[in-house]
């Protein structure tokens, strides 16, 4: 069988191709710390040239998001299945990480519930959006496609009990009235956190590493692996691309802030930005590999995101509050433990038979609509 050129190839790039470093997915997370650095260097510009110069970090923004994918997809095409869906879920929780802290150590008290609303909404964006767009990319593309039930459920049950234990119980614990932990329980919180993390990246990558292979996918209808320069190119060029990401969404965010407030938008909607942002890499990705009918690569990339996304930025946040005593709101409303339940509930009809079609992915779109909907119109 013909192989097929890699991800990241030029158009017209002959099949079996090793893929190559477009200029490109260099020159704009380059410009993109050009851009933060003139920002941060000269906070005083007059307002004409500040308010024109923000299309530009827009522009910018989404440049290194898409140079970030493409260099995490390089480093996972090397590296294989699942150790590269894990490395790209590991950048999107850095990006998520620092502009969380950095927005939550700006706005003091007053970002109290900025955590727990990017956290929610990456859940229900991973579990409703990005997994109703690959369904119904692959499903309008493929009719029928397969994966492992045994690795779709193994991420689907920690990302539950991880949501609970930190964002449900809150609501319902005495010591401190809700929706928040006493110290106590929110260090307990963070470690619980840490330590269902962990056990599911050794399962995945270790224990149980078949669970989170493609399903039925002949060795050789893959491309050829990138070269070793183009890997060490990538590897030395995501973190800038990550840095770069980072540093225009921080500067794009009291732009924002102020847009939201102005259109009378709830504060939870500024969460729902953030993680739009911040997931949009391994939103892409998915749907990619959904539409390339390799559906077990969507589904390591998505669920795998939300574990990462829950385990490691509530330990994260959780150090910042505990050591700068600023509060910290975890529990969800009503309204959205009710939207975790369905979503949940949902999921678990969608993974429970190792093969699916387009309607699941037309009822998660439906509840993700919903979601998105009734946080503008609450």
């Known amino acids: 069988m013909t192989q097929p050129a890699a991800p ?14 477009p200029p490109w997915t260099i020159a704009l997370p380059v410009a993109g710390i050009a851009v933060i650095a003139s920002h941060f260097l000269i906070p005083d510009l007059p307002a004409p040239i500040a308010h024109a110069a923000e299309p530009i970090m827009a522009l910018g923004l989404i440049g290194a998001v898409f140079a970030a994918v493409h260099h995490a997809e390089i480093i996972a095409h090397r590296v294989g299945e699942p150790f590269g869906t894990l490395i790209l879920a590991l950048a999107v929780t850095i990006i998520e990480c620092a502009l969380i802290v ?11 519930g900025l955590a727990r609303d990017t956290v929610f909404a990456a859940v229900m964006i991973v579990t409703n959006g990005i997994t109703g767009i690959c369904l119904l990319a692959g499903g309008a ?3 029928l496609q397969s994966f492992h039930v045994e690795g779709a459920n193994a991420a689907l049950s920690v990302l539950l009990a991880l949501m609970v234990l930190t964002m449900v119980l809150p609501n319902y614990t005495l010591t401190v009235a809700g ?20 056990g599911f990246v050794f399962v995945q990558t270790v224990r149980h590493r078949d669970f989170f292979m493609p399903v039925g996918a002949p060795d050789d209808v893959h491309a050829p692996p990138p070269t070793g320069k183009t890997v060490a190119i990538s590897a030395a060029t995501l973190p800038i691309a990550l840095i770069a990401v980072i540093g225009l969404a ?11 407030g102005r259109m009378g938008a709830p504060a939870a909607v500024m969460g729902i930005v953030i993680a739009a942002i911040v997931l949009l890499p391994e939103s892409l990705a998915a749907v990619r590999a959904a539409a390339a009918n390799r559906l077990q690569t969507s589904i390591n990339l998505a669920l795998g995101s939300a574990v990462a996304s829950v385990g490691l930025t509530i330990p994260a946040v959780a150090a910042v ?9 975890l529990g969800l409303t009503a309204k959205d433990e009710i939207f975790l339940a369905l979503s949940f509930g949902l999921s678990v009809l969608t993974w429970s038979t190792g093969r699916t079609t387009v309607l699941p992915g037309l009822l998660h779109l439906v509840v993700f609509a919903a979601f998105l909907f009734l946080s503008a119109v609450p």
């Open 141 to 143: 593309r493929h009719r």
């Open 250 to 260: 921080k500067a794009l965010t009291p732009t924002l802030d102020a847009a939201l």
């Open 179 to 198: 929706p928040m932990y006493s110290p106590s329980q929110l260090m307990f919180a963070a470690i619980v956190s840490l330590v269902l993390w962990a």
């Open 8 to 21: 990241g190839t030029p158009p017209g790039t002959p099949p079996g191709t090793p893929p190559g470093t």
């Open 321 to 329: 509050s505990l050591l700068r005593h600023q509060p910290l709101a």
């Open 102 to 112: 950095s927005a939550m150590i700006a706005g003091g008290d007053a970002a109290a």
